[in-house]
């Protein structure tokens, strides 16, 4: 396995590497369980506002309109 040799070939973790990382782990679900909530509620609800908003309709591309005529004797 390449982690496994990665992880022996430069030591591992320190262990203050290992407790900030964990430390840093366990804020951010502290966070998550608290406010990851009113997050999912804010985000679901711009979903609801952006699909039930009216859209802009589209421009019409800036060119020049040429007729068609299906008989070529009305050209001549």
């Known amino acids: 396995m390449k982690n496994a040799y990665g992880a022996r070939c430069f030591g591992g973790w320190m262990d203050e590497g290992r ?5 840093l ?20 609800l711009h979903c609801v506002e952006t699909m ?8 019409p591309y800036n060119c020049n309109i040429i007729a068609v005529w299906e008989d070529i004797t009305d050209l001549i």
Do not use: Q, S, W
């Not at 039930?52 to 421009?59: D, H, M, S």
């Open 19 to 23: 407790l900030r990382f964990n430390g």
């Open 25 to 44: 782990y366990a804020e951010v679900r502290a966070d998550r369980l608290k406010n990851g909530g009113r997050i999912e509620d804010l985000y679901l």
């Open 52 to 59: 039930t908003a009216p859209r802009k309709e589209k421009e």
